[in-house]
């Protein structure tokens, strides 16, 4: 990210944050009880809710670029940043599919629930935490591993 960033760029950031969380909160996803439901094939609300969001942001992505070159608060260059699917993607998922299983909330939805009264969502969110950290710790140690020089035989 560049520090060049226009003035109104932070609080725009929050302005989007408020309209996620309150959209999260008004359709009653921030409660986890709502998602174990969809899980469970029960409750196809969060379906539609996370297509709607999909069918706005895709109208999105496809208009600004043919609109404007570059984004107009940051001057980034529209640009696709496609990861590859390969061995992390998929282990990475089965085991963001676990965890939101057991938990019954994914990352955002998790913050919005906190919002709404439910402390008990930061068990979920510190177990994130621990997670993500114990993950880079581990790819930290693998990625110096592989750089170390080989001995002699």
Request: net charge positive.
């Amino acid at each position: 990210m560049s520090g060049d960033r226009h003035p109104l760029f932070m609080p725009l950031i929050l302005v989007g944050g408020l309209i996620f969380g309150f959209g999260l909160g008004f359709s009653q996803m921030a409660r986890p009880e709502v998602v174990l439901n969809f899980l469970q094939f029960e409750d196809f609300g969060l379906l539609f809710v996370m297509f709607g969001a999909a069918i706005v942001s895709g109208i999105a992505f496809a208009v600004m670029p043919r609109i404007r070159d570059s984004a107009p608060l940051t001057g980034d260059r529209y640009e696709r940043r496609l990861k590859p699917f390969d061995r992390n993607v998929l282990i990475g998922g089965a085991l963001f599919g676990v965890g939101w299983g057991l938990s019954g909330i994914c990352p955002g939805a998790a913050y919005a629930s906190l919002g709404v009264g439910n402390v008990t969502i930061l068990w979920a969110l510190a177990g994130m935490f621990v997670g993500a950290y114990l993950q880079g710790a581990w790819r930290s140690k693998r990625a110096a591993a592989d750089a170390a020089p080989a001995g002699a035989d």
